[in-house]
């Protein structure tokens, strides 16, 4: 596949795009977390190239992208900058961050399907690096946070759309449509993604499961603060606030019934 000078402008662009969105975001969790500058810049580059090191490395040709073009790591530090330096946080941020999560997913499961057409793979291979360059990012930082990546308990905010958005450009670039196949691409994820958040409940291939609720909702519900499974970063910061102001006879009667719930909800699950 060859490719003109506006296709590979409008990649250069939609990676740029979603390494500063990632790194931002990145940023932001590790203020959270109260991390050095070193843990922070850690977590936002690992945030925003991960998924282009394990893409680049599958390929096997030659240095990563990030490693070649200043123009990735000068982004990522933007990004990261933007998140050190500004106040981030409250429902306002917590809203742009779903969006700016989704659009990264588009863009990038874009930058990796491009990838593996100018190596010339077939559309199979094709798909996995978009959801490995899409995905790779997170999934990064939630291990090296000790988490259980968001990868395994939301693939359809994340692994869905990258796949819808990797064959959009597939069939096009069949008819010649590069460039255009990309901005539909692009474009497509982050609808498919939005599309299933508010709604992927009313179908039965996107039904939510039944699995164990984090610990912040249990200790949430036990001091009656209000948390959103949607907003897990902002839920456990509210319920940090709770914990912190209560007293010890509070924390005593949370537990109560933090245990009374989580009895009951085995004993539920089981019959």
Not at 78 to 89: E, K, P, Q, R, S
Request: net charge negative; charged share 20%; hydrophobic share 50%.
């Amino acid at each position: 596949m060859e490719t003109s000078d506006t296709v590979g402008n409008l990649y250069f662009v939609l990676e740029y795009t979603g390494v500063l969105l990632a790194a931002t975001v990145g940023g932001t969790v590790a203020k959270r977390m109260n991390f050095d500058i070193v843990g922070f810049a850690f977590i936002a580059y690992i945030s925003s190239l991960s998924g282009g090191f394990m893409r680049d490395a599958i390929l096997n040709d030659g240095p990563a992208a990030a490693l070649t073009n200043p123009g990735y790591l000068i982004t990522a530090t933007v990004g990261a900058a933007i998140a050190y330096t500004v106040n981030l946080h409250g429902r306002l941020w917590e809203r742009f961050r779903f969006y700016a999560d989704v659009v990264t997913i588009g863009v990038w499961a874009v930058a990796g399907t491009l990838k593996g057409l100018l190596a010339d793979l077939n559309w199979v291979p094709c798909l996995l690096l978009a959801v490995i360059t899409a995905t790779g990012g997170t999934l990064a930082r939630d291990i090296v946070l000790r988490r259980v990546p968001s990868l395994f308990t939301s693939q359809k905010m994340t692994v869905f759309p990258a796949i819808i958005s990797s064959a959009i450009l597939l069939v096009m670039n069949h008819f010649d449509l590069v460039r255009e196949g990309m901005l539909a691409a692009a474009i497509a994820a982050p609808i498919f993604a939005i599309a299933v958040y508010y709604g992927g409940d009313r179908i039965a291939f996107f039904q939510t499961r039944h699995t164990e609720r984090p610990l912040e909702q249990k200790i949430g519900d036990a001091l009656g603060v209000s948390t959103d499974s949607k907003h897990p970063e902002q839920s456990g910061e509210d319920v940090t606030r709770a914990l912190e102001g209560a007293s010890d006879q509070e924390l005593i009667k949370a537990l109560r019934i933090m245990l009374q719930n989580e009895v009951q909800e085995r004993t539920e699950t089981k019959t």
